[in-house]
C-alpha cells in the first residue's frame, strides 16, 4: 500500500510571526459510497447488492444506539468507536452542569491490523 501525499505550505498556528513551513498533506482521490462497497461485496459472495445494505444500514444503526447507550463498539481487528465530549472547566464539580458541554465526538481507534496495514504504507509524492 502507497499513500500519496503532496506538500502544502503552512503558518504556525499559535505564532503568526514564525516562518512559514512546508508540511505533507495526503492526497484523497474520491469518495466510495456504501453503495458501491456493497455492489463490490455483493460480487464476492452470494448475496445481493440490497441485501448488504440492508445489512450494513442495520450494522450502523446498532453501532450508533450503542453509542448512545455509552458502549465502546469493538469490532476486533478493524477497530473501535466510543464517544468523547468537549466541555468547559468548572471550578467544583456541583457547578457543572450539561450546558458546559460544547460538543460531541465520536471517535475512532484503529485495531491491529488495519493499523499495521497504514504503518507499513509506503509514501508517494504527486
Known amino acids: ?6 506538500t502544502v505550505q503552512r503558518k504556525h498556528p499559535g505564532n503568526s510571526n514564525a516562518p512559514v513551513k512546508y508540511y505533507a498533506q495526503a492526497v484523497s482521490r474520491g469518495k466510495v459510497t456504501m453503495v458501491t462497497l ?10 445481493s447488492t440490497q441485501d448488504i445494505l440492508f445489512l ?3 450494522f450502523l444503526s446498532n453501532i450508533t444506539g450503542e453509542l448512545a447507550n455509552g458502549n465502546i463498539v469493538k469490532l476486533g481487528d478493524f477497530g473501535s468507536f466510543n464517544i468523547t465530549l468537549s466541555s468547559e472547566g468548572t471550578n467544583a464539580p456541583e457547578q457543572f452542569t450539561k450546558s458546559h458541554i460544547m460538543k460531541n465526538y465520536i471517535r475512532f481507534r484503529p485495531g491491529r491490523l488495519l493499523q499495521n496495514k497504514i504503518d507499513n504504507a509506503g509514501y508517494k509524492s504527486e
Open 38 to 47: 456493497a455492489e463490490r461485496l455483493s460480487q464476492d459472495s452470494a448475496y
Open 1 to 6: 500500500m502507497t499513500l500519496k501525499f503532496k
Open 56 to 58: 450494513l444500514k442495520g
